[in-house]
């Protein structure tokens, strides 16, 4: 089954500590996405991918890395800088780099400090 | 002028009721209008979606009205289930990237 593959689903850090969402698409999309999902927030933009090896800032980059070495993969870090990480990830496609609007998603990462 | 507006937060609607869910918008380059639906605990799904030369699409019982002089659009649900409810995300398509609204939570009571 073609799909995007997020892991963990759940994962806790202590302050101070830098972590690593997985994300892997076999859609053989050429763009990809995180998004950060709060209560009452809808989703916002963290980083973007339209090729491999190149990626741009979102609207909420700060704390944030990412990489795209290979077309299915788009790792975000959530590193110590950011000051509230506490939310739901969820890693997305597209076919391209311009969005007709439809994106994949995935099932999400929660992610809670302690 | 990137921010889409969607009411209302929240909405609880009986069974074989209508739901409605509304949308604004404030920039014209704005092309292309999707909805996503997110069940609890999973990510979102594209449900419908229209282009700004339609003021109607229909698929089932979900169909999208748009306003384009009014820069509004809105997702009727008709003969709402109990299996409807969850949260509906309107978007725009505009600056290569994707906006979202904020989300209505739609509760449909059996």
């Known amino acids: 089954d073609g799909g995007i593959t997020q892991s963990p689903k759940y994962l806790f850090r202590k302050e101070g500590q830098n972590v690593t969402l997985s994300c892997e698409q076999n859609?053989?999309?050429?763009?990809m996405y995180w998004y950060r999902q709060d209560p009452g927030q809808g989703l916002r933009l963290i980083y973007y991918?339209?090729?491999?090896?190149?990626?741009q800032k979102g609207d909420i980059a700060e704390g944030y890395s990412v990489s795209r070495e290979k077309k299915e993969s788009f790792p975000l870090t959530v590193t110590s800088a950011q000051k509230n990480p506490t939310a739901f990830y969820l890693c997305?496609?597209?076919?391209?780099?311009?969005?007709?609007?439809?994106?994949?998603f995935g099932e999400g990462s929660r992610l809670t400090v302690l | 002028q990137q921010q889409v507006k969607q009411s209302p937060q929240s909405l609880i609607v009986q069974k074989g009721g209508i739901s409605i869910i509304n949308c604004a918008y404030e920039n014209t380059a704005f092309d292309y209008f999707p909805w996503y639906q997110q069940f609890p605990g999973k990510g979102p799904a594209l449900l419908i979606a229209?282009?700004?030369?339609?003021s109607e699409k229909k698929e089932g019982r979900f169909t999208i009205s748009f306003n384009k002089s009014a820069k509004q659009f809105s997702l009727h649900i008709m003969d709402s289930q109990p299996g409807d409810s969850a949260t509906y995300f309107c978007?725009?398509?505009?600056?290569?990237?994707?906006?979202f609204g904020t989300g209505t939570r739609l509760l449909v009571s059996p």
């Open positions: 859609l053989n999309h050429d763009a």
């Open positions: 991918s339209q090729i491999v090896n190149d990626f």
């Open positions: 997305a496609s597209s076919i391209t780099g311009t969005p007709s609007g439809e994106l994949f």
């Open positions: 229209i282009r700004p030369d339609v």
């Open positions: 978007a725009a398509t505009g600056f290569q990237k994707l906006v």
